[in-house]
């Protein structure tokens, strides 16, 4: 029995879609992260537009940015925990310090700073059963120039 035009269409109308859902599902939802300073006056005003895009990775024990120098300005760090346990991702230094809320596994959190040119301490805050993560590895260094 040979299928018939119309149903070859709606098979074909079939694949596209579902093809279409499957290239959605690559890139990554970020909308719903939203930043969380430590300092509240150093809230990302609405509608700010942030640059210098950086993605750092946690993992068990270790922080990985790839460019581990920025440009001066706002820039938008999404952090992506890589790990199997809870993570969080602090920027300290000139002064200011910024904090994600705690990541869980598998999980991603969005902070944006407004960076000066100087030298700053990246590491996960967390303190659980496998000890202080910072001191486990997760601390790294990140320059604004």
Known sequence: MRPTPGTCRRLLFTVFIALAGCEREKEPDLTHLRTEP???AAQEPVG?????PVLPILDEWSITIEQP???PGKTDFFVINQGRVTHAFVIEGNGQQWRTRDIPPGAEGRLV????????????????EHGVHAEL????TLVVR
């Open 38 to 40: 430590i300092n509240p």
């Open 48 to 52: 700010a537009t942030p640059q210098n």
């Open 69 to 71: 120098h920025v440009s």
């Open 113 to 128: 700073a407004d960076l000066q040119p100087g030298t700053y301490t990246i590491y996960c805050p967390i303190v659980d």
């Open 137 to 140: 590895g997760m601390r790294t």
